[in-house]
């Protein structure tokens, strides 16, 4: 049970921050609930990184005395501010009273579900669970998980979604196999219900949280998301992203970009996925408020404040790659190698692949609504500057992941389509979900 | 035209319902099969006991006559080694303290054992034994 401390009090600290940095600003209640339990994980993850670095490990009594620290000093800088720190009490909206009671239903689902598989899925205990459990236990000796012996663990992947789960263990003593599936349950439900919000606050549609829902009681979803993977932190804080820059275009508000900065930048200490997404969409949104006619005054201060963001959020990721991260031992250069060497049909697989996942019974007809939707708002799918950055994060992204099925001749390609790529589509899947109903919803409106 | 198009995005709606209440049906099926299924066995857990052991020890020596790389050996490896973390499981260098011996037949690990003079500590319902490296 004290380990609820330590999510409330990520919480607390996220909503707190959140706050302090959006003060111009005006956001749903519940979407700030959400980016504040998001942006609070982050911080309280990256404070053990921090303590890791500088002490060599990890103090338990120290860490959760910096984060109430933290907590004192921005209570007192909310006593500041005349802005309200949470709306609480029940919306008077029918519709969103009537949508988030069925995320009970979801939120059931989902815990039925993972006290059936409490360890999560091979990857969960191989390499997520393990890092933390290294990170935790291991005193000064945490190090000894990037030990090359290790290698089957992935011992060369970033490790935000370990420290969270390290963190918080600091409430408990012990390394309780319990955290890590509450963890992914917390993230499992939030997933959905962002989708349905942003959507249900930039279209105001009746039916809005449909794909949230959609997505949300799919047993592949639920499936990926209880095995307590690292995947399910991507998707989550890719929408983040993508929602927070949608509202950050619309009111124009530095602040939010900053945030949406601290999100791009912290994916790229999820996963090595999460590395070349972060780069790709701070490349792109760059290059959005540099051509955003709309912005005009404040266009340094904007872009000032996203380089920012995503700077102090990347240096865990920056200072990984450079100082602590072992030899990828899982790479082979099949361009290069005589031994190895990539061939023209494994590029043809790696695209056929794509299309045969797609088609599998467990997706249960889910691209086709992606694929039906996409064709149905063609027109209006390109329009907004968030539209935009999706679609060409979506190529981009893509691209790459497809050139690297392509170059890494490690293991067979059919091994990498059978591991990963279902994971990596289901990364995409929310955002894919906002973009297509966006546009539909957007087209129905402009009708209206 | 436009009213065409309407009529479609209604029936487009109408269709992501449906497919979302089969989607419940389904993730309630798959719960209930689940749970009809045989409990979830994590191999880990049983070397749990061996973590007070090995509280100090940051490498043990790990020996097994099954091929690591193939799935159910890795699957086994991989779970021990969870669970005795952060003590690593060493396949390479054997001049360990301790030395666990997961092998196909307990009569292999107990030759291994007397040939290279290790004294047996502990023993799980597995039939992986630990034992002492005590020449180290």
């Known amino acids: 049970m004290l380990y609820i401390f330590g999510y409330l009090l990520s919480f607390c600290n996220g909503l707190l921050i959140f706050n302090l940095i959006t003060t111009k600003t005006s956001i749903h209640p519940l979407l700030k609930f959400i980016f504040s339990f998001g942006l609070g994980m982050i911080i309280s993850a990256h404070i053990i990184f921090y303590t890791l670095v500088v002490f060599g490990q990890l103090i338990p009594f120290f860490l959760i005395l910096i984060n109430l620290s933290i907590l004192s000093y921005l209570l007192y800088q909310q006593k500041q501010t005349p802005k309200t720190l949470l709306a609480w009490g029940i919306p008077n909206d029918t519709i969103l009273n009537i949508n988030l009671s069925i995320f009970i239903l979801v939120l059931a689902t989902l815990l039925l579900k993972a006290s059936l598989f409490p360890y999560g899925g091979w990857d969960a205990w191989a390499i997520w669970n393990l890092k933390a459990r290294f990170i935790f236990l291991g005193a000064d000796q945490w190090k000894n998980m990037l030990d090359p012996v290790l290698m089957h663990t992935n011992n060369h992947y970033p490790f935000l979604l370990p420290l969270m789960n390290a963190w918080i263990w600091c409430f408990g003593n012990t390394a309780s196999h319990w955290v890590p599936l509450t963890t992914s349950v917390i993230f499992a439900l939030l997933l959905p219900m962002l989708l349905g919000l942003s959507l249900y606050i930039t279209t105001k549609h009746k039916f809005s949280f449909i794909p949230a829902f959609l997505m949300a009681f799919l047993p592949l979803y639920q499936l990926l998301s209880i095995s307590q993977y690292a995947d399910l932190l991507v998707a989550f804080y890719l929408l983040c992203i993508f929602t927070c820059f949608h509202m950050a275009n619309e009111q124009k508000s530095p602040s939010l970009f900053f945030l949406t900065g601290i999100f791009c930048g912290s994916i790229s200490f999820i996963k090595d996925e999460g590395l070349v997404s972060s780069i790709l969409i701070a490349v792109l949104i760059t290059f959005s408020i540099f051509t955003n006619k709309n912005i005009t005054n404040e266009k340094n201060k904007i872009l000032k404040n996203f380089i920012l963001g995503s700077g102090l959020a990347l240096i865990p990721a920056v200072f990984f790659n450079i100082f602590i991260r072992p030899e990828n031992l899982r790479f082979i250069n099949g361009l290069t190698s005589t031994s190895d060497p990539t061939s023209w049909q494994r590029l043809l697989f790696t695209i056929a692949a794509y299309f045969i996942e797609i088609l599998k019974l467990n997706w249960q007809g889910l691209w086709f609504i992606i694929l039906g939707g996409i064709l149905l708002s063609f027109k209006t799918l390109y329009k907004t500057n968030t539209q935009k950055l999706i679609i060409n994060f979506l190529i981009c992204y893509l691209t790459i992941i497809t050139i690297n099925y392509f170059i890494n001749t490690h293991y067979p390609i059919s091994f990498w389509i059978n591991t990963s790529l279902n994971r990596i589509l289901m990364t995409l899947v929310p955002t894919l979900l906002f973009m297509t109903f966006y546009s539909i919803f957007l087209s129905q409106n402009k009708k209206g | ?136």
């Open chain 2, 1 to 136: 035209m436009k009213n065409q198009k309407e009529t479609l995005i209604q029936i487009f709606i109408i269709l992501t319902i449906t497919l979302t209440g089969f989607n419940l049906i389904t993730s309630a099926a798959d719960i209930y099969t689940r749970s009809k299924n045989a409990p979830y066995i994590f191999y880990g857990e049983s070397f749990i006991p061996l973590r007070a052991t090995l509280q100090n020890e940051s490498r043990i020596g790990y020996v097994t006559d099954q091929d690591i790389t193939s799935i159910a050996p890795l699957q086994r490896f991989l779970q021990i080694q969870y669970a005795l973390a952060p003590t690593i499981l060493d396949t390479k260098n054997l001049n360990q303290h301790y030395i666990l011996l997961n092998c196909s037949d307990e009569k292999i690990s107990i030759e291994i054992i007397k040939k290279f003079h290790l004294k047996p500590l502990k023993r799980n319902s597995f039939g992986v034994i630990l034992a002492e490296n005590t020449g180290h």
